[in-house]
Nanobody
Framework: QRQVVESGGGLAQPGGSLRLSCTAS????????VGWFRQAPGKEREAVSC????????DYGDSVKGRFTISRDSAKSTVYLQMEDLKPEDTAVYYC???????????????????WGEGTQVTVSS
């Protein structure tokens, strides 16, 4: 069964940092576009970042640009989301999602992704 698994969530103070990891079982992330999305209580799902299968293209949501960095370690078949300068409004459940690529850019649109993880909680609070 193909699935992705997120890890690395937790509690951070405002201004702090966390690194989320996304791994896969049943397939390798190396040939897939990977996106990170988040959803806070009472809010709609929000696109955070994505990286295409070749690691040539990345994209970020406006609210995280300049603070978050997505990267891929092909040897470990892992995609990371490095989050810096965290703010209370970053508090949410963060989801990793994967899709087989069909363009040369990864979309920041959740419905284009076919395989989702169960999410990892990120809480930013003092």
């Amino acid at each position: 069964q193909r699935q992705v698994v997120e890890s690395g969530g937790g509690l951070a103070q405002p201004g702090g940092s966390l690194r989320l990891s996304c791994t896969a079982s049943g397939f390798t992330l190396e040939n897939y576009d990977v996106g990170w999305f988040r959803q806070a209580p009472g809010k709609e799902r929000e696109a955070v970042s994505c990286v295409d299968f070749s690691s040539t293209h990345t994209d970020y949501g406006d609210s995280v640009k300049g603070r978050f960095t997505i990267s891929r370690d092909s040897a470990k078949s892992t995609v990371y989301l490095q989050m810096e300068d965290l703010k209370p409004e970053d508090t949410a459940v963060y989801y990793c999602a994967a899709r087989q690529p069909n363009t040369f850019a990864c979309p920041l649109i959740g419905r284009y992704y076919t395989t989702w993880g169960e999410g990892t909680q990120v809480t930013v609070s003092s």
